[in-house]
């Protein structure tokens, strides 16, 4: 047998379709056994290992893994101790994709979702070809026709996918942060930094490197990166006197965008060094900064209620996030926590917390989050419920009018829901469900 796909989700499964059409041998495998898996290998027509252990390594020459599977599960373990490559699905798409394509990897713990959008959107408005790939949109091994055609690849990638990837060598690789988070996937907090200073290997002088001014981890690894390194938030990069300047020149005033927040900001001019790299004019750049609106769940506005805002920030799945959000806003806060467990540090978000008025903690992790905050004397502004239901009602109780009230758990959300962006609906109906029939919410 050739190779092994080991995880059937969505990357998976456009992996072993890959494979396929160039007429390898494979064999689909994932540690489940439900009807969906089940009807997803009738459907590829491969052979196929459900409930598989590390039996199913006998005879594979090399494992594609989807990024969920955590390095600790025992098939990819067997396999480490067996000498089997191990590679993500991400490298394979590489692997495949060839070396006629221009492709610019954009990761950091927070933000790569929103670059990589803006990217897009700034390549189009300057009429170049591309195609977006990665973490958050489509697979790559789902869409390597149509980036050959292109010939230029915007990529989002997770630490999960560059832990099993080696020397990519991107035309440009973009760091945007490194926050501690995924401590129930990584072995340690300087596993997954190491995971993410991945996407600068194999990059020549002739290769563009972006880090960030506010981020120690990418700053520390300047010296020892081989590409041209641009320091974003620094020098003629950066928000100076209300203006966005990209190597000295002007691409908008903060007053015209439609977005706010330090952060935010700094996205934007990550998108447009590597948009600039990439073929864009200053005119695209500028048009697809002054017509983004972030995508839904990211401090979206979903409602005002007596004189109180209702914020979703539900993407907010770690503390950095957290208390990036607090910082971008203005006036008091009561501020929703709380999710599935994750391992996570929350003294990220002490300094901010002066912000809040009230801090309500909820879900799996909520009451670790509550016995934290109190031994850190955020006791009296604490309150602990069960579950989002429950925060809203409590939140809305204590908030008075001119407060925000915010979800960003800083938690991911499969304890309630099966995502993010399905945790971020709930919290909507349920404010629109609080105002009752008196019209007091509005989207």
């Not at 070396?99 to 189009?124: E, Y």
């Not at 700053?219 to 990166?225: F, H, N």
Request: net charge negative; aromatic share 4%.
């Amino acid at each position: 047998m050739g190779t092994l796909v080991y995880g059937l989700g969505q990357s998976g499964i456009a992996a072993t379709r890959a494979l396929l059409k160039r007429g390898e041998e494979v064999r689909a495998a994932d540690a489940r056994d439900d009807e969906r898996l089940r009807r997803a290998l009738t459907e590829l027509g491969v052979e196929g290992v459900l409930g598989a252990g590390p039996q199913v390594l006998d005879g594979a020459e090399r494992v594609v893994v989807s990024p969920g599977i955590r390095p600790r599960d025992a098939v990819l373990r067997a396999a480490e101790s067996r000498g089997v490559p191990v590679i993500s699905e991400v490298g394979l798409g590489l692997e495949l994709l060839g070396s006629g394509v221009r492709v610019a990897a954009v990761t950091g713990t927070n933000g790569k979702t929103t670059v990589v959008d803006l990217l897009h959107r700034m390549l189009a408005g300057t009429g170049v070809p591309h195609v977006v790939a990665g973490n958050s949109w489509c697979a790559l091994t789902g869409c390597l026709d149509e980036a050959r055609s292109a010939g230029v690849l915007a990529l989002e990638v997770s630490s999960f996918q560059l832990h099993y990837l080696g020397n990519p060598g991107f035309e440009v690789a973009a760091l945007l942060n490194v926050r501690p988070d995924h401590l129930n996937w990584h072995a340690s907090f300087e596993e997954y930094a190491r995971d993410k200073l991945r996407v600068f290997e194999g990059q020549g002088s002739e290769d563009l490197a972006l880090v960030s001014a506010d981020d120690p981890v990418g700053l520390e690894a300047v010296g020892r990166l081989a590409a041209q390194v641009l320091v974003v938030g620094e020098g003629e990069t950066a928000v100076r006197d209300g203006r966005l300047l990209l190597r000295g020149h002007e691409i908008a005033a903060v007053g015209e965008l439609r977005f706010t927040g330090a952060h935010y900001l700094a996205n934007a001019l990550f998108a447009a060094a590597a948009a600039e790299r990439l073929g864009a004019s200053v005119e695209g750049v500028r048009a697809g900064i002054l017509g983004y609106r972030l995508k839904p769940h990211r401090m979206d506005v979903v409602a005002e209620r007596a004189g109180v805002l209702y914020v979703d920030d539900s993407k907010a799945t770690n503390p950095a996030a957290v208390g990036a959000a607090l910082t971008s806003l203005e006036g008091p806060v009561v501020l929703i926590l709380g999710g599935s467990k994750k391992e996570t540090d929350f003294s990220e978000i002490l300094p901010h917390l002066g912000r809040c008025r009230a801090i309500v903690c909820q879900g799996e992790a909520g009451p670790g989050i509550f016995e934290y905050l109190r031994a850190t004397g955020w006791g009296e502004a604490c309150r602990l419920v069960s579950d989002l239901k429950e925060a809203v009602a409590e939140a809305a109780s204590l908030a008075r009018e001119g407060d925000v009230i915010l979800l960003s758990p800083g938690c991911a959300s499969f304890d309630q829901f099966a995502g993010y962006a399905e945790r971020g609906e709930e919290f909507a109906r349920l404010v629109v469900e609080l105002a009752g029939s008196k019209g007091g919410a509005r989207r």
